[in-house]
């Protein structure tokens, strides 16, 4: 059985990184059995999560998970796309995870009141106390330091929401009145693009971003989707509850 290192759930998300949901959803798409560990981005390999171990094989990045699956499995996740709408979700994959992912991580991570309601009060809980503010100062300040190297940190907030929200309409354009991104069935993108989405929306995080995702109904819509079908385990209602009732609320649906 394949097993799945990640962050832990998150606020009424599957998980606290968008890109530990998507190597969820690519193993649950592939029809694989795999349980969920805790993992350790200090010892994992490269120093990334998620990560997965296969038959004492260790994978770590969630595209090159992908990779594996489709290689050992023999799993094509866009065998009934044509060769432009292939090029199309490799364009929006990157567009969520090298652009928008990084306006989330300002979102969650630099946003002094919303890391203080998210982050900050509920992903700190296994650290003793005495070091907790130290801890959080430092990976406040590497995650700063990461989004000033990609290059989108170096601008105001309503800059960074105004440049977020453009992908943000993009995405609800290409999905339109469909299902999944491309038609009726997920392709491999569908599996990034719920984990940003659902980060995104996760409640109680305020941001011009998540009102722009709010506004848009498909996308709205697209996140309950694919939870009652894949994530059952965390139903709609109870993520919709959760948006309705604020933080105290979520820190207990954990």
Known sequence: MVTLYGFGPFLGTPDSSPF???????????????REM????????????????DDGVK?????????????????DFDADLSAEQKATTWAVERMCEDHLYFAMLDMRWIDTANFNKGL?????GAIPAPVRPIVKSLLRRMNAKRLQGHGIGRHAR????A???RDVNALAAILGDKPFLMGDKPCATDAFMFGIVTS??????ESPIRAAMQGHAN???????????????????????AESSGSRRVAHSR
């Open 38 to 53: 805790p993992g350790n981005p200090f010892k994992a390999p490269h120093r990334l999560l998620p990560h997965i171990e």
């Open 219 to 241: 996308l709205v819509a697209y996140r309950d989707r694919i939870t009652s079908r894949y994530f059952s385990e965390q139903p709609v209602a109870a993520v919709m509850q």
């Open 200 to 205: 995104i929306l996760t409640p109680p995080l």
């Open 158 to 161: 309503p800059q960074i929401a």
């Open 20 to 34: 530990v949901i998507k190597a969820m959803m690519l193993l649950k798409l592939a029809g694989l059995p795999y």
């Open 59 to 75: 994978v770590a990045d969630s595209t090159l998970i992908r990779f594996h699956i489709e290689h050992k499995y023999r799993i």
């Open 120 to 124: 900050g009060r509920h992903m700190f």
């Open 163 to 165: 440049l977020a929200i």
